[in-house]
């Protein structure tokens, strides 16, 4: 079956540098997401990307964060100057007619 | 905009016991409605979803879920629930059909079910 899949599994960090968090959505999809979960938190949606440009993003999406399908199966999210509140589980999804989004298992990035 | 509400943090519950997982959303409009689970160090997986058609839905591992549009809910229920059950759920809400729609998700209810 197919599935989304989320590279690394875990990412640790220091403050102030750039990460890349990366993804290979299902191959037939058309639309891609960036969510964020704080731990104990509730799930939170950051972007949403469609026809190589991003269609909607969150309060939360500020400029230290971009998002990139470099090479029509890649979708990556890069934070530019990591603080400590950024770390969090950050799954992405994909959704091929806007019906059901499917998951990722999660980055776990943590920033010390 | 739209939120979801999910009134319980967290539901312990027995072995074989019948569970239900509260779950209200706010919307002026149609919505697509959705559980997902998450279990220990994973991802989400989708439970079950009502898009149209009957409010009755039935998902895996033997859940399912009631839409009730008046009461503007959409609670999850399982009649025996297992020691595999255990984990964290989310309710969910989209409310734009066929486009990139943004997901709303609820606060979770970690459900754990006692031996």
């Known amino acids: 079956e197919p599935e989304v899949t989320q590279t690394p599994s875990h990412q640790v960090t220091q403050m102030g540098q750039e990460v890349i968090l990366r993804c290979v959505p299902i191959?037939?999809?058309?639309?891609f997401y960036w969510y964020r979960q704080i731990l104990g938190q509730k799930v939170e949606f950051l972007v949403s990307?469609?026809?190589?440009?991003?269609?909607?993003k969150s309060e939360i999406f500020d400029d230290q964060f971009s998002v990139e399908r470099p090479d029509g199966s890649n979708f990556t999210l890069k934070i530019r100057s990591t603080k400590l509140e950024d770390s969090a589980m950050y799954f992405c999804?994909?959704?091929?007619?806007?019906?059901?989004?499917?998951f990722g298992q999660g980055t776990r990035l943590t920033v010390v | 905009a739209q939120s979801v509400t999910q009134l319980d943090s967290q539901v312990p519950v027995f072995e074989e016991a019948p569970v239900e997982l509260r779950c209200n959303y706010s919307s002026s409009v149609s919505v697509y409605l959705f559980w997902y689970v998450q279990y220990p160090n994973q991802g989400l997986q989708l439970l079950l979803k009502y898009l149209s058609g009957s409010t009755l839905v039935k998902g895996i591992n033997g859940f399912e879920a009631e839409f009730n549009k008046s009461q503007t809910s959409f609670h999850l229920r399982k009649p025996s629930v297992h020691i595999s059950d255990t984990a964290e759920y989310f309710c969910a809400v989209s409310d734009r059909p066929n486009t990139g729609n943004q997901f709303y998700f609820g606060t979770g209810t970690s459900l754990t079910v006692i031996p």
């Open positions: 999804a994909s959704n091929r007619d806007g019906n059901e989004a499917f």
């Open positions: 191959s037939n999809h058309l639309y």
């Open positions: 990307f469609y026809n190589n440009e991003i269609s909607e």
